[in-house]
């Protein structure tokens, strides 16, 4: 990850094809996790009957459409860089502005919203879960790493983001054995 607008700048001229293989994964992934909350909410967890079910749904779709949108404007980026690379040196000047305010907002203003956004949504997902067809293992797992998200996304850190993964994979493993 970019430290510095700067960084991002020199990253995505260097390895631009890699910025939009990247970015086109995690859309696709984060257009999958979109539609998955609803399902788990509605389908498997009884969110009709359970309102903050839909809290946890609709802060994990709010989510998930940020970070599509982050997405978009890493890939749009690209083609801005890749411009500004050849340009005039006052308007390379203007362009190492607006690399420093995609940095900013996309890694230190939305990404930490969005993990704490998607931290919350998994603890509560995880408290519907309990004393049901998940055992204790997955709704604890889900509580305990959606606490640490919470607390990176206080603190900026998007790292925890990847541990939700973990949380992710353990329900739909589970949702699998069952339908098999």
Not at 60 to 80: H, K, P, Q, T
Not at 126 to 135: D, P
Request: some cysteine.
């Amino acid at each position: 990850m970019p430290a510095s607008g700067q960084e991002l700048f020199q990253f995505v001229t260097a390895h631009g094809d890699l910025v939009d293989t990247a970015m086109t994964v995690f859309i696709a992934k984060d257009t999958c996790t979109l539609i998955a909350f609803p399902i788990l909410g509605a389908r498997v967890l009884g969110g009709m009957r359970q309102p903050f079910v839909w809290t946890g749904t609709v802060m994990a779709s709010i989510g998930m459409l940020l970070d599509i949108l982050s997405g978009l404007i890493v890939l749009s980026f690209r083609r801005v860089a890749e411009s500004c690379a050849n340009a005039t040196h006052s308007t390379q000047q203007s362009c190492a502005v607006l690399s420093d305010i995609v940095f900013r907002y996309v890694w230190r203003v939305e990404t930490p919203f969005i993990v704490g956004f998607l931290s919350i949504a998994v603890i509560i997902f995880s408290r519907a879960m309990f004393g049901g067809r998940f055992g204790r293992a997955i709704p604890w797992m889900g509580a305990v790493i959606g606490t640490i998200g919470i607390a990176g996304a206080l603190i900026g850190l998007i790292q925890p983001i990847l541990l939700l993964s973990i949380w992710y994979i353990a329900v739909g493993w589970r949702l699998l054995r069952e339908a098999a």
